[in-house]
């Protein structure tokens, strides 16, 4: 029941991470994603089968200490956002800034119901605010395909941000081999480190 409580927050968390990033660049100024349908936390709006139910199933059933996935991007022009200079990295940090939110929320919840709320409606908002401080860390690291390579990019001086517009251009014409790549190097030389600052922030988040 914990495991399935897990994989279903998990794929919660991801769509409403892609949904983030379609309000916000609705509130900028492209309709895309409102026009797609994609403004909604209905999960067949949004589910990859890959990528929000196979893959984090399986790192959720075999303890892995890494917790991601993904729904099918929400589309958008980025040459419709009313600002042009910070638009594309507004809308990308959105999605990331909503998992912190989330997190934010439930961890408190954590910290301070213990005298208001049944254990296991604490150990259900732990598992929300770890989840979700877990995916929005992790869509920060700045390689794409992920969403911190295009807030980093966002903010560069034009030219070198057309420097990392092209690499992510490569990179993404690559499919699903780019994302194998930075998993592989995320295994071998981010994970422990990463996985130790979450934790940490975890912990501190709860008053644990």
């Known amino acids: 029941m914990e495991i399935a409580l897990t994989v279903i927050v998990l794929i919660v968390s991801i769509i409403a991470h892609e ?27 949004h589910i990859d089968p890959l990528g929000s139910v196979i893959i984090p199933s399986l790192l959720v059933f075999t303890g892995s200490p890494m917790l991601f996935g993904w729904a099918k991007p929400v589309p958008y022009n980025p040459y419709n956002l009313k600002n042009q200079r910070w638009g594309e990295a507004i809308v990308a940090v959105a999605g990331s800034a909503t998992n912190l939110l989330l997190a934010l929320f439930f961890g408190l919840i954590v910290r301070f119901g213990v005298d208001v709320f049944a254990p296991a409606t604490l150990s259900f908002a732990a598992t929300i605010a770890f989840v979700n401080l877990f995916l929005g860390l992790f869509n920060l690291i700045p390689f794409p395909p992920l969403d911190g390579f295009t807030v980093v990019r966002g903010i560069l001086p034009y030219k070198l941000a057309g420097d990392f517009q092209r690499f992510e251009t490569q990179m993404r014409s690559m499919g699903i081999m780019s994302l194998v790549l930075f998993l592989i190097v995320f295994s071998y030389v981010l994970a422990g480190p990463f996985s130790s600052l979450v934790s940490m922030l975890f912990r501190t988040l709860i008053g644990g």
């Open 19 to 45: 949904v983030a990033h379609g309000y916000a660049a609705n509130a900028l100024g492209d309709p895309t994603a409102r026009l797609a349908g994609r403004l909604t936390m209905n999960p067949l709006s």
